[in-house]
């Protein structure tokens, strides 16, 4: 692959997240819980992969829906400060912008409460195709979170492939009654697709590793990137490799919230340097770990910080 305009499309959501740190599991049995502080930023796949390029060093415009209010003002104001190309970016008057409560527990896992918002309406015509002129990448950034959004993918994915653009999919686990039917139509067009194991095992019906990546591959995708937390990721490709890549062991675990699209905007981000999937993928890794130091979905301070894990060798299992 040659890559030349550094450009990247992000499509998919983006929403206004409320992160709640330090709540207990059982908070809700409670009356009333009391917290030092919550905090709020912009949140969704597609919105945290453009910004995490940008801290990159690249250069992403989104495209995405957001309701014709306060919240849809903050989520337009912070992309564009951020340096992300926003006006992809549209407002739908009779929706609102969706709003993601974001409880973060004690041990930095969490729980989600969404409001039924503008991503439920995002679909092609939210898609500008004259943009595949001038991209190396097209990212979906939320497979799955909407039947509107999901049943465009395939036809979106055929036009970046026509134009010789390089596409991934990231996937978030949804409503949607027949996600493998789904999938097999977007895949054939999916240079690489970025599961997560849970999410791995609910699109192939499988539970093992090797035949999630092998059913992936045999629905079309050209290379299955299975993320698994620390343990980093397992990479297979169409010839029949299969990889698995270390994941960097963090100490300071603040938020695991947005790690995952983190990696995906790492692992594009490598693509468009001209690195190999695996290259891509330990990359990819280290993007992931230093943005869990931070509560948030944009919480990565830069490519240095980056750079600096990579230099470490600090990876999980090895001492």
């Keep these: 692959?040659?890559?030349?305009?550094?450009?990247?499309?992000?499509?998919?959501?983006?929403?206004?997240?409320?992160?709640?740190?330090?709540?207990?599991?059982?908070?809700?049995?409670?009356?009333?819980?009391?917290?030092?502080?919550?905090?709020?930023?912009?949140?969704?796949?597609?919105?945290?992969?453009?910004?995490?390029?940008?801290?990159?060093?690249?250069?992403?415009?989104?495209?995405?829906?957001?309701?014709?209010?306060?919240?849809?003002?903050?989520?337009l104001k912070s992309g564009r400060d951020a340096g992300v190309d926003m006006l992809g970016v549209a407002r739908d008057s009779d929706l609102p912008t969706t709003v993601s409560l974001?409880?973060?527990?004690?041990?930095?896992?969490?729980?989600?409460?969404?409001?039924?918002?503008?991503?439920?309406?995002?679909?092609?015509?939210?898609?500008?195709?004259?943009?595949?002129?001038?991209?190396d990448v097209m990212s979906v950034g939320s497979a799955f979170c909407a039947q509107s959004l999901t049943g465009s993918i395939a036809g979106l994915l055929k036009a970046a492939k026509d134009a010789g653009v390089t596409t991934c999919v990231d996937v978030m686990r949804g409503p949607d009654p027949d996600a493998k039917s789904a999938a097999r139509k977007f895949l054939p067009y999916t240079d690489f697709v970025f599961p997560n194991y849970d999410e791995?095992?609910?699109?192939?019906?499988?539970?093992?590793?090797?035949?999630?990546?092998?059913?992936?591959?045999?629905?079309?995708?050209?290379?299955?990137?299975?993320?698994?937390?620390?343990?980093?990721?397992?990479?297979?490709?169409?010839?029949?490799?299969?990889?698995?890549?270390?994941?960097?062991?963090?100490?300071?675990?603040?938020?695991?919230?947005?790690?995952?699209?983190?990696f995906a905007a790492g692992f594009i981000a490598a693509l468009m340097e001209g690195k190999s999937p695996v290259e891509c993928a330990r990359f990819a890794n280290a993007v992931a770990a230093c943005s869990i130091r931070y509560v948030g979905t944009t919480g990565l301070a830069g490519r240095e910080e980056v750079e600096a894990l990579l230099q470490s060798d600090y990876v999980a299992g090895k001492e």
């Design 1 to 75: 692959m040659t890559f030349k305009k550094g450009t990247a499309l992000c499509y998919g959501m983006a929403v206004c997240d409320v992160l709640i740190p330090g709540l207990p599991r059982d908070a809700f049995s409670e009356e009333t819980t009391r917290i030092p502080r919550f905090y709020y930023s912009t949140g969704g796949d597609a919105m945290n992969e453009a910004v995490a390029l940008v801290k990159l060093g690249h250069r992403a415009k989104l495209y995405s829906l957001v309701g014709a209010d306060l919240f849809g003002d903050y989520v």
């Design 102 to 135: 974001v409880c973060i527990h004690p041990d930095g896992e969490r729980s989600f409460i969404v409001n039924q918002g503008a991503d439920n309406a995002i679909c092609e015509t939210c898609f500008d195709m004259d943009a595949l002129k001038a991209a």
């Design 200 to 262: 791995g095992c609910w699109l192939t019906d499988e539970t093992e590793l090797d035949r999630i990546g092998a059913s992936l591959l045999s629905m079309g995708a050209g290379h299955a990137v299975v993320k698994t937390g620390r343990d980093g990721c397992h990479v297979f490709a169409q010839n029949g490799e299969h990889t698995h890549v270390l994941g960097f062991q963090i100490d300071d675990v603040k938020d695991t919230t947005g790690a995952g699209d983190h």
